[in-house]
């Protein structure tokens, strides 16, 4: 592998190979790739969720309005 192709990582914009990296180095690298994914997975089924919460606001409130009693002229005398 040439050096062009070598892969690094940046930290405080200091560039490491990962080939160069220790054991642990790599093992809390894998850990933080792991964590961003989950973060992103969690970001998605929030927004999910608040989409599903705004809409089942919307049915409650027009099964609200189906569920009060109409009135008619005759109530206001």
Do not use: W
Request: some cysteine; hydrophobic content about 30%; proline content about 1%.
């Amino acid at each position: 592998m040439s050096e062009e192709e070598k892969e690094v990582i940046t930290v405080d914009g200091v560039e490491y190979e990962l080939d160069s990296l220790s054991d642990t180095s790599r093992h809390l690298l894998r850990q933080i790739q792991v964590c961003t994914t989950e973060t992103s997975r969690l970001q998605n089924e929030l927004q999910r969720s608040e989409v599903a919460r705004v809409g089942f606001v919307r049915m409650l409130k027009e099964q609200l309005a189906a569920d009060a009693p109409e009135k008619d002229s005759s109530d206001d005398e």
